[in-house]
């Protein structure tokens, strides 16, 4: 069960004006949902519907991951898709801004990581992760059908501008720097990484919604149905095998050593692949540009990874348990680099 902190004080104003904004001004505390890195996340309930609000913290700019009405832009745009998202019903434009949905039904597990306690918590029934999985590919795949002209002119209508489509060496400038930025210590071999991505950048295809961080952590399920795929905060517009390699990251938990879990039985990239292409209706590039996206998305975990690990010990967000995550980040360069054929590396996969 999640815990729930009481709103602090200096949060009463928002909370009026959200029960204002909802019409439920009886309704119940407002509290924070911890876990998040987006703006902040509170829970509301009115006694017969639950809401999660988002805002942008106090005193920070609605940018980057707290730009929290970009979220909404995305699930409102989206909605009466037949995608599993929830409700947009409440936003709000004045600082700090915030916006309501619908409390979905459902738990998100990430089966190869340590998110709920792995180490305490009971591992996920392999046939459920396995058949989640599987949904879940089914479900990019209907998210990468969305047609783009006809999500833009949702945006539009919603007083908003579609971003600007990014093509795959654009993704690539965008998290080398990121991983540029992580001493050289923590990432063991990454120049090499880089360099081979660089040299062989896929043509991009033609874009879609993407949304940056797609996952069985952020997509909720009741039992093998999906209910609510959650936390928008890096969508984009760009090429969709970005969202397909980074969800390939998660189906070994061997590329998490000391911070993640083998699960046994998850579909394999291959098989994620052939349910996507299913589902989306089209193939969407060759099986060798799948290979380069794929290393990509193990270069994006570590660059991330590196970069959560320098906040927490340069002390801007403490977080002990980005200690055990060294092992990983050398772990996700080596396996990119092995997929991309680097000679100096043996042909063993990490699976």
Request: proline share 8%; charged share 20%.
């Amino acid at each position: 069960m999640t815990r729930s902190i009481p709103v602090a004080d200096a949060d009463a104003e928002l909370a009026a004006r959200v029960r204002a904004s909802l019409a439920a001004p009886g309704a119940g505390p407002m509290t924070v949902l911890p876990g998040g890195r987006s703006g902040l996340t509170y829970a509301l309930s009115d006694g017969a519907t639950g809401y999660v609000v988002k805002a942008v913290p106090p005193g920070r700019k609605a940018v980057g991951r707290n730009d929290v009405l970009h979220q909404a832009t995305a699930l409102a745009a989206l909605a009466g898709r037949g995608l599993p998202l929830p409700r947009v019903v409440a936003r709000d434009e004045e600082a700090p801004a915030w916006f309501a949905m619908e409390f979905a039904a459902g738990d998100a597990v990430e089966p190869v990581l340590d998110v709920a306690s792995a180490r305490t918590a009971a591992p996920i029934d392999p046939g459920l992760a396995r058949t989640r999985m599987l949904a879940a590919a089914r479900v990019l795949g209907a998210l990468h059908a969305v047609p783009l002209a006809e999500l833009e002119r949702a945006v539009t209508g919603l007083g908003a501008q579609l971003p600007a489509a990014a093509d795959p060496g654009a993704e690539l400038e965008r998290w080398a720097t990121t991983m540029r930025a992580v001493p050289d210590e923590l990432r063991p071999g990454s120049g090499e990484l880089l360099t081979a991505l660089s040299a062989a950048v896929p043509a991009a295809v033609a874009p879609t919604v993407v949304h940056g961080d797609f996952r069985l952590g952020n997509l909720l399920f009741v039992g093998a149905t999906p209910t609510a795929l959650v936390d928008w905060e890096i969508w984009g517009v760009g090429d969709p095998r970005v969202d397909l390699g980074w969800f390939g990251v998660f189906t070994s938990g061997r590329l998490f050593p000391g911070s993640g879990r083998e699960a046994a039985g998850l579909p394999t990239e291959a098989e994620l692949g052939r349910e996507y292409r299913a589902a989306r209706g089209e193939d969407g590039g060759t099986q060798q540009d799948e290979v380069w996206f794929q290393a990509f998305g193990r270069m994006k975990m570590a660059a991330i990874m590196g970069h959560n690990l320098v906040r927490h010990r340069r002390g801007a967000h403490h977080d002990p348990v980005q200690e055990t995550l060294p092992p990983a980040i050398a772990a996700m360069i080596r396996d990119a680099r092995r997929l991309l054929g680097d000679p100096t590396l043996d042909g063993e996969a990490v699976r």
